[in-house]
T-cell receptor
Framework: GAVVSQHPSWVICKSGTSVKIECRSL??????MFWYRQFPKQSLMLMAT?????????EQGVEKDKFLINHASLTLSTLTVTSAHPEDSSFYIC?????????????FGPGTRLTVT | GENVEQHPSTLSVQEGDSAVIKCTYS??????FPWYKQELGKGPQLIID?????GEKKDQRIAVTLNKTAKHFSLHITETQPEDSAVYFC??????????FGAGTILRVKS
């Protein structure tokens, strides 16, 4: 149980275009989902927290107009990188918190590798 | 905010030996202490966690010990195997709050 999927697993896009990444909780309902970014050989950095049906809360330094997050249902959150640039190339990872589980547990997805050319 | 330090940054052990990774945190409100294992190109996987009302927890070859007074907790892996080679992250958090990841420890198990 407690499986989180991400789609796509990798994507290559041209500079200036937008790309959408999906995060799904497959066997549980997630009231809260988190989006992280991880650069090579670095740790995970939290970008934003999204709660179902409300606006996402962004961490300091993360541009909310560039990284659009939508959490429209209890099993799906999306991250759209708008007007992507090469410096946005990174590994994007989502996690989800089970609405019926312990408040501190997060289940992580497998990640999405974004390359902007 | 929470400051997290993880040591060592790299650890090489011989197969069968033990490995210990230490995580120091600053926020006294933290009461959830997980360890994650991340293999190359994959998302992190929770391997063990502990709550603040417990001093030690063990799951087969893996254990976590917590010293809340000193604000540190450690991951212990015994009888290491090549498949234990990965990057390990600690991520302490206050109850219901967001995880703050350490910088990570690269563990290499030599066979």
């Amino acid at each position: 149980g407690a499986v989180v999927s991400q789609h796509p697993s990798w994507v290559i896009c041209k500079s200036g275009t937008s790309v959408k990444i999906e995060c799904r909780s497959l066997d549980f309902q997630a009231t809260t989902m988190f989006w992280y970014r991880q650069f090579p050989k670095q740790s995970l950095m939290l970008m934003a927290t999204s709660n179902e049906g409300s606006k996402a809360t962004y961490e300091q330094g993360v541009e909310k107009d560039k990284f659009l997050i939508n959490h429209a249902s209890l099993t799906l959150s999306t991250l759209t990188v708008t007007s992507a640039h090469p410096e946005d190339s990174s590994f994007y990872i989502c996690s989800a918190r089970d609405r019926t589980g312990a408040a501190y547990e997060q289940y992580f997805g497998p990640g999405t590798r974004l390359t902007v050319t | 905010g929470e400051n997290v330090e993880q040591h060592p940054s790299t650890l090489s052990v011989q197969e069968g030996d033990s490995a210990v990774i230490k995580c120091t945190y600053s926020d006294s409100a933290s009461n959830y202490f997980p360890w994650y294992k991340q293999e190359l190109g994959k998302g992190p996987q929770l391997i063990i966690d502990i709550r603040s009302n417990v001093g030690e927890k063990k799951d087969q070859r893996i254990a976590v010990t917590l010293n809340k007074t000193a604000k540190h907790f450690s991951l212990h892996i015994t009888e290491t195997q090549p498949e234990d080679s990965a990057v390990y992250f600690c991520a302490p958090a206050p109850y219901g709050n967001k995880l703050v990841f350490g910088a990570g420890t690269i563990l290499r198990v030599k066979s």
